[in-house]
Nanobody
Framework: QVQLVESGGGLVQAGGSLRISCAAS????????MGWFRQAPGKEREFVGG????????DYQDSVKGRFTISRDNAKSTVYLQMNSLKPEDTAVYYC????????????????WGQGTQVTVSS
């Protein structure tokens, strides 16, 4: 049974930083491209960032480039999203996503989703 378990969400002031994590189990982690999506109230879920299964390639939504960094630790089957210079518009539920052997998560059918972690940025 595949599980993606997010952690690390919370409340932070604008300009602050937060790191969220996603621990995977039940899958061969190093064969999956991993990433993050987010969904704000009343909005559609959107891609935030992704990292390929081999770890060499990352991609990001334009609005988070230069502020967010995605990384993975294959030994721990965990993917991270370091979020700096947070803005109120970053407030959303952040979802971990996994897709096997994909160059990107953008526009792809995701194989597995996590349950989400709330990130709230106060102004």
């Amino acid at each position: 049974q595949v599980q993606l378990v997010e952690s690390g969400g919370g409340l932070v002031q604008a300009g602050g930083s937060l790191r969220i994590s996603c621990a995977a189990s039940g899958l061969t982690f190093n064969t999956y491209t991993m990433g993050w999506f987010r969904q704000a109230p009343g909005k559609e879920r959107e891609f935030v960032g992704g990292v390929t299964w081999y770890g060499a390639k990352t991609d990001y939504q334009d609005s988070v480039k230069g502020r967010f960094t995605i990384s993975r630790d294959n030994a721990k089957s965990t993917v991270y999203l370091q979020m700096n210079s947070l803005k109120p518009e970053d407030t959303a539920v952040y979802y971990c996503a996994a897709k096997r052997y994909s160059r990107t998560l953008v526009g792809r059918d995701i194989d597995y989703w996590g349950q989400g972690t709330q990130v709230t940025v106060s102004s």
